[in-house]
């Protein structure tokens, strides 16, 4: 299952890690050369908590942990 916040709807995104090497032309250097770009994956921060629906059921969901820090969901 994937990680997805069910309030937020926070998901995975794609990104990379740049690796630069080289002292900066500001710092003296002739300028820095791109060694390295590998792709990565930006996960949030979700948790699987239970929540307390409005129509007063309890149930367990992946929920962002900034979505709980706002109080946007009421634990059980």
């Not at 003296?28 to 792709?39: A, E, P």
């Not at 994956?41 to 629906?53: C, E, S, Y």
């Amino acid at each position: 299952m994937a990680r997805i916040c069910a309030i937020t709807g926070k998901r995975p995104v794609k990104g990379g890690r740049i690796i630069r090497k080289g002292l900066t032309k500001k710092s003296g250097g002739i300028g820095t050369s791109l060694v390295k770009n590998s792709k990565r994956r930006f996960r949030p921060n979700v948790q699987r908590i239970r929540v307390k629906l409005p129509s007063g059921e309890v149930k367990r969901m992946w929920v962002s942990a900034k979505a709980i820090k706002a109080g946007k969901v009421t634990k059980a």
